[in-house]
């Protein structure tokens, strides 16, 4: 087990910086609360560099972590306020009519079925997101297909509407 220098941690967190950040939101809908969840994960990621095994799979080593420190902050959260009492934040998504008709769609979806979606519009391979979640490659599969079939109705629910 090799030991991972600050620099090349500095680096493999500079490389998945932006998609971190984009599952954190998706998870908290709140920019403060991703950042304290981005903080919390560096923190924790840095203390543990040195468990990575393979340096190849560090984005999905990270993103697991970031995820379980959202999650942790999420049920923080609930138990401190109601549900209808958490602050709206703004939405990292342009302000047109089909981008909003979209993002409303999005959050429609379970939080998990978002993150899929979004680590998959990121770039991220299938193997990459069962790293993530810890979970099969065809369960990664089926869970898409599922997520994309659910955002197709809400969509044409929409049109219809």
């Known amino acids: 087990m090799a ?6 941690f500095i680096q493999e967190i500079g490389s998945v910086k932006k998609t971190a950040f984009g599952v954190a939101f998706l998870i908290l809908k709140n920019t403060y609360d991703c950042e304290d969840a981005m903080s919390a994960a560096i ?23 970031l995820r379980n420190e959202a999650y942790t902050i999420l049920r923080e959260r609930r138990r401190v306020l109601e549900t209808d009492e958490i602050p709206d934040s703004p939405q990292p998504f342009p ?7 979209l993002h409303a769609a999005l959050m429609r979806l379970n939080a998990d079925q978002r993150n899929l979606l979004y680590l998959k519009e990121q770039g991220y391979s299938l193997e990459e997101i069962a790293a993530v979640l810890q979970v099969p490659v065809g369960t ?3 869970r898409i297909s599922r997520a994309k079939d659910a955002l197709r109705t809400i969509l044409e629910e929409n049109e219809d509407a």
Do not use: C, P
Not at 95 to 101: F, G, I, N, S, Y
């Open 3 to 8: 030991m991972m220098h600050d620099d090349v």
């Open 43 to 65: 923190v924790k990621a840095y203390e543990h560099r040195n468990s990575l095994l393979k340096r190849g799979s560090f984005r999905a080593w990270f993103l697991r972590i």
């Open 95 to 101: 302000d047109t009519a089909q981008a909003l008709d």
């Open 140 to 142: 990664v599969k089926s």
